[in-house]
């Protein structure tokens, strides 16, 4: 019997991981998992993040006063801590021993995060190569295949769509919410996302063109 948990995790500019939890079963959305999160209360609570601070989402999330999406360029970084964190440790890419409990499973995700961040702090950020062995082991017990990363590890991509599909995503927010929820949100003008717009055309900048 094989089944997934849902890791959320938030990370830095650096590419650490600053918040994770691994609690919910891999069939929730992202929304529900963080809807249901100590994250989200600790969030809302007030003096716990500064105003004009907020933490960047994908379209998994919905626009609040501490979180904005979906700025791509920017949560760029949480899908390539999760890629990093992913090709360094190859436990991760295959399904955990059977015996071990959804609580010990949570601690060694937690430790490898840990481990994660010792290395970019001590500037081991270079990730060695799978030998042969441990690709033929990873492939035929998991089923997934390693994902391959540019030089500096600032992006990482799947063979067939381009992103860990195996690992990101899970569910869409839109079947936890209803249409006026999500209304409601679009309506308020006071939010970061729409501070860094009117921003963005105050300034006028364009995205630049690629050749």
Not at 60 to 88: D, K
Not at 97 to 116: D, E, F, Q, Y
Not at 161 to 185: C, K, V
Not at 194 to 210: F, N, T
Request: proline content about 4%.
């Amino acid at each position: 019997m094989e089944y997934g948990v849902n890791m959320m995790g938030v990370c830095d500019s650096k590419r650490r991981f600053i918040w994770v939890e691994v609690n919910m079963p891999g069939a929730a959305s992202d929304f529900y998992a963080f809807d249901e999160s100590a994250l989200k209360q600790k969030l809302e609570a007030e003096g716990f993040l500064r105003r004009g601070l907020c933490l960047f989402g994908d379209n998994a999330y919905i626009n609040s006063w501490y979180m904005c999406t979906p700025w791509t360029q920017v949560r760029i970084n949480i899908e390539c801590a999760f890629g990093i964190l992913v090709h360094r440790w190859g436990i991760l890419r295959k399904p955990m021993p059977v015996n071990l409990t959804i609580g010990k499973i949570s601690s060694v995700v937690l430790a490898l995060c840990k481990l994660h961040n010792f290395c970019i702090d001590k500037n081991c950020e270079d990730v060695v190569s799978p030998t042969a062995g441990d690709i033929a082991n990873i492939t035929m017990e998991g089923r997934l295949f390693l994902p391959r990363m540019d030089n500096n590890c600032d992006a990482v991509w799947d063979p067939m769509s381009g992103r860990l599909n195996a690992l990101l995503d899970s569910g869409a927010h839109m079947d936890d919410h209803t249409e006026s929820q999500r209304r409601q949100y679009r309506l308020d003008l006071d939010k970061p996302c729409h501070k860094i717009l009117a921003e963005v055309i105050r300034m006028g900048y364009e995205r630049p063109e690629y050749n």
